[in-house]
């Protein structure tokens, strides 16, 4: 079991629904990160939140908006997105911006 | 830009036969490598992280090195619990992870 919770891990959804991603930590880490990973390609960078604050958007479409409530919590709200976007959907997180992340298991997010 | 290449893509091995995973890298002002292990439908798991050439870390049957330009990970009598793919990451001057391709092992019995 990894010490980074994501729910849920599986997800469907059609291209004109409002979804979330849920990702909780409580090691105290102070940085958190969105990754999208397709199948067998490595993880790519979406969002960083720096002590609660984003710090780096990778040039991610709208339709992915990433919201940090407090130190220990990260969402990811979904709308309308593509049948391109279905992926596993990875957050992480470390105790700074340059330190070891540490990965929870994803989301499987499936897009009809 | 910061790049990472991973050499081989795939690698089977027989129990107990070792062998080294290469992960070749150009980044500008290193600030460290990081070894994951990712086993399928899994999130990354985190196994080393090494800061400057010359650094070596242990961790059970693995051992990480690092030059100047690369870094292996030696897998000595692996196990079949071993397989997985292993991914190699760089941090250079910014908070970004950059990730090579993984290579894939598959240990038979």
């Known amino acids: 079991d990894t010490e980074v919770t994501q729910t849920p891990k599986h997800l469907v959804m059609g291209m004109t629904n409002k979804k979330s991603l849920k990702c909780e930590q409580h090691m105290g880490h102070r940085a958190m990160y969105w990754y999208k990973q397709k199948a067998k390609k490595p993880p790519e960078l979406m969002f960083v939140y720096s002590y609660e604050k984003l710090s780096i958007n990778e040039s991610v479409p709208s339709r992915f908006s990433p919201e940090c409530p407090n130190s220990s919590l990260l969402n990811l709200h979904l709308h309308a997105l593509q049948p391109e976007d279905s992926a596993l959907y990875l957050c992480?997180?470390?105790?700074?911006?340059?330190?070891?992340?540490?990965f929870g298991d994803g989301t499987r997010l499936s897009i009809l | 830009e910061d790049q990472v290449t991973q050499s081989p893509e795939a690698l089977r091995l027989q129990e107990g036969e070792s062998s080294s995973l290469n992960c070749s890298y150009t980044?500008?002002?290193?600030?460290?490598l990081f070894w994951y292990r990712q086993d399928p439908g899994k999130g990354p798991e985190f196994l080393f992280t090494l800061y400057s050439a010359g650094e070596e870390k242990e961790k059970e049957r693995l051992k990480a090195t690092l030059t100047k330009k690369e870094s292996f990970l030696h897998i000595t009598a692996p196990k079949p619990e071993d397989s997985a793919t292993y991914l190699c990451?760089?941090?250079?001057?910014?908070?970004?992870?950059?990730f090579g391709k993984g290579t894939k092992l598959t240990v038979n019995p």
């Open positions: 990451a760089v941090q250079g001057g910014s908070e970004k992870l950059v």
């Open positions: 992480a997180s470390s105790q700074d911006p340059l330190s070891p992340q540490h």
């Open positions: 980044v500008s002002g290193l600030r460290g």
